[in-house]
């Protein structure tokens, strides 16, 4: 049964933007908090950022501080990552996630509670 529903992947030139959306339709985790991990071809599953239910607290990598923001709608149970000045080592598949508990700092993935089911990533030179 998939519970997180990603959207919003593709390819994009160095430089440009995307926004990623995931959304819980089945209000499974509507008090949780939401994040994104990413993997890149032959690289290690890393956080890349995440965001309280309440919307107040936000936590981001090093590497996509400053170009990535991540925000949520939780009226529509839905949590969006936009995506600007891409490079190409952001080329990876974008996994939501969610957490039951906040942490203020870089998620490990063995504390997350579910996973979507991936979204593409492709930023070309």
């Known amino acids: 049964q998939v519970q997180l529903v990603e959207s919003g992947g593709g390819l994009v030139q160095a430089g440009g933007s995307l926004r990623l959306s995931c959304a819980d339709p089945g209000r499974t985790f509507s008090s949780y908090a939401m994040g994104w991990f990413r993997q890149a071809p032959g690289k290690e599953r890393e956080f890349v950022a995440a965001i309280s239910w309440s919307v107040i607290s936000t936590y981001y990598a090093d590497s996509v501080k400053g170009r990535f923001t991540i925000s949520r709608d939780n009226a529509k149970n839905t949590v969006y990552l936009q995506m600007n000045s891409l490079k190409p080592e952001d080329t990876a598949v974008y996994y939501c996630?969610?957490?039951?508990?906040?942490?203020?700092?870089?998620?490990?993935?063995?504390?997350?509670?579910?996973w979507g089911q991936g979204t593409l990533v492709t930023v070309s030179s």
């Open positions: 996630v969610v957490r039951k508990y906040w942490y203020g700092g870089s998620w490990s993935g063995n504390a997350v509670h579910a």
